[in-house]
C-alpha cells in the first residue's frame, strides 16, 4: 500500500523557518514526481509546489517562490519543504501528494501555524 | 494561470437523489499526450483530499460507480446518480496541464 507520512509542522513566529518532510512508501519513490499542496484553515485547497522524480525539475506557486524550496532525497525515499520567511498567510495543513498531473495518493497532512 | 471555476458552490441534496457540478477552466485542458488532465477530488470532514476520479472520466479503485466524470475541452462535469450519507464532503477539481496547477474553489455537498 502507498503511504505517505508528512512531518515537521508547528508553530513558528512571522519571519520563522520550517522543514517539512514526507516518507514515501509502497511505490517507486524516485520515478514519481511529487506535489505539496496546502489548505488553510476553513479554505479550499491551493498547489504550492511540485518536483519531478529526479529534482532536477522544481515548480512553485507565486505565493512562495522564493522563500520555499523543494527537494528530495531518493535514496531516502523523502521530499522536503523548506519553507523560510513565513507569514501568516502560510498557516495551513501542507499535504503531500504522489504525482504532479493526477495527483494520486495524499498524506494525512502537517499542520503549519504561524503567529506571534 | 489557468482559473478553475465550479458550479455551484453549495449543493444541498436529498439522499437517493442525485447531484452534478460543474467545472470550467479557462483554457483547454487536452495534452499533448492525448489525454485531458482534469481531475476530481473528495474530502470528507475532518480527512485529506481523495482521488475520485482522473482523465476527466477515469474513476479510482474504489470509488463507487455512481460517481462519473464527463465532458470535454474545458468544460467538465461531476455526477453523482444517487447521493448516500457518506457523499458529504467537498468536491474540488483540478488542472494538471498547467504550471502552476489549480484548483477549483470546492463545491460544498450538503445533505437535506
Known amino acids: 500500500d502507498v503511504q505517505l507520512l508528512e512531518s515537521g509542522g508547528g508553530w513558528v513566529q512571522p519571519g520563522g523557518s520550517l522543514r517539512l518532510s514526507c516518507a514515501a512508501s509502497?511505490?517507486?519513490?524516485?520515478?514519481?514526481?511529487m506535489t505539496w499542496v496546502r489548505q488553510a484553515p476553513g479554505k479550499g485547497l491551493e498547489w504550492v509546489s511540485a518536483?519531478?522524480?529526479?529534482?532536477?525539475?522544481?515548480f512553485y506557486a507565486d505565493s512562495v517562490k522564493g522563500r520555499f524550496t523543494i527537494s528530495r532525497d531518493n535514496s531516502e525515499n523523502t521530499m522536503f519543504l523548506q519553507m523560510n520567511s513565513l507569514s501568516a498567510e502560510d498557516t495551513a495543513v501542507y499535504y503531500c501528494?504522489?504525482?504532479?498531473?493526477?495527483?494520486?495518493?495524499w498524506g494525512q497532512g502537517t499542520l503549519v501555524t504561524v503567529s506571534s | 494561470d489557468v482559473v478553475m471555476t465550479q458550479s455551484p458552490l453549495s449543493l444541498p441534496v436529498t439522499l437517493g437523489q442525485p447531484a452534478s457540478i460543474s467545472c470550467n477552466s479557462s483554457?483547454?485542458?487536452?495534452?499533448?499526450?492525448?489525454?485531458?488532465?482534469l481531475n476530481w477530488f473528495q474530502q470528507r470532514p475532518g480527512q485529506s483530499p481523495r482521488r475520485l476520479i482522473y482523465y476527466v472520466s477515469n474513476r479510482d479503485s474504489g470509488v463507487p460507480d455512481r460517481f462519473s466524470g464527463s465532458g470535454s475541452g474545458t468544460d467538465f462535469t461531476l455526477k453523482i446518480s444517487r447521493v448516500e450519507a457518506e457523499d458529504l464532503g467537498v468536491y474540488y477539481c483540478?488542472?494538471?496541464?498547467?504550471?502552476?496547477?489549480?484548483f477549483g474553489q470546492g463545491t460544498k455537498l450538503e445533505i437535506k
Open positions: 518536483i519531478s522524480g529526479s529534482g532536477d525539475s522544481t
Open positions: 483554457q483547454s485542458l487536452v495534452y499533448s499526450d492525448g489525454h485531458t488532465y
Open positions: 501528494v504522489q504525482g504532479t498531473m493526477t495527483l494520486h495518493y
Open positions: 483540478m488542472q494538471g496541464m498547467y504550471w502552476p496547477r489549480t
Open positions: 509502497g511505490f517507486t519513490f524516485s520515478s514519481s514526481a
